[in-house]
């Protein structure tokens, strides 16, 4: 098995996942077609999307065009057209030899999912390495829900998210939280992928939840940093979806 984020647009990742005969491919949220058609000599077994956003969806259109057919897998929104088949939360997705659960992840947007298989993420917006997607359509609570799903999902789980965020969310989750040493170490070793522009997805699930703010909500480090630095933060004794709604809005306006 392979697995491939294919750069597009400005920051996203197209991700393609082959087996080892090229029998089989899988591809999650094609925001253009060109470069999935220069990627796979065959057509897709699916396209998975995990939310309507134009830079997750825009290269259905291409892709069904040279193959028509290709079984396209959506949430439940006529704002992703398209699609032959829609899933809810729970509901199983088979794609070649690939079976994936649909996860209900509502924050980014409120239809959107992520899908979980074989030690695999595709989270779409939702959870970034070391950051989170912003709050478009859903509410810090709903957002918070969504990131303790994830969060509960195995330690080794390669999570594969939808843009190349790692380097600035960095620089945020140190502001937040400057004397984590996982995190120090993590950012030793992206400052050195910088050097050479690699991929740094996927992370894995076990480092993010060492690492990334987001995810350690109730870590007195983390809820510290937001009381002393964050702009507006909330009462000593505010709900767990207050601190996390402040560190969101803290991100909104960080100038990474
Ligand atoms: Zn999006």
Redesign the pocket.
């Known amino acids: 098995m392979r697995l491939q984020p294919i750069p597009a647009l400005s920051d996203n990742y197209i991700w393609c996942l082959t087996d080892d005969d090229g029998m089989h491919a899988l591809i999650v949220d094609p925001g253009v077609a060109a470069p999935v058609l220069e990627a796979l000599v065959a057509p897709p077994a699916a396209i998975l999307l995990t939310?309507h956003?134009g830079?997750?969806i825009g290269g259905v259109p291409g892709l069904l065009e040279c193959w028509p057919g290709t079984p396209v897998i959506a949430p439940e929104d006529p704002r992703v057209p398209l699609a032959t088949r829609r899933v809810s939360d729970g509901e199983a997705v088979q794609v070649g030899p690939w079976g994936f659960t649909a996860l209900a992840v509502p924050g980014?947007?409120r239809s959107h999912l992520a899908f979980h298989g074989h030690d695999l993420l595709f989270c779409?917006?939702t959870l970034f390495s070391l950051g989170c997607?912003r709050l478009?359509e859903g509410t810090p609570a709903q957002m918070l829900a969504s990131l303790d799903r994830l969060a509960a999902l195995p330690g080794t789980t390669r999570v594969c998210c939808?843009h190349e965020y790692t380097h600035s969310n960095a620089r945020f989750a140190r502001a937040v939280e400057p004397d984590n040493p996982a995190l120090a170490r993590l950012s030793e070793e992206l400052h050195t992928m910088d050097q050479t522009g690699k991929a740094t997805l996927p992370t894995r699930l076990a480092d993010e939840l060492a690492c990334n703010p987001f995810l350690r909500i109730d870590v007195p480090a983390v809820r510290a940093g937001i009381r002393e630095r964050a702009p507006a933060a909330p009462a000593a004794d505010a709900s767990r979806d207050a601190w996390f709604g402040a560190l969101r809005a803290w991100k909104d306006g960080f100038a990474a």
């Open positions: 939310h956003h830079d997750h980014h947007t779409g917006d997607g478009f939808g």
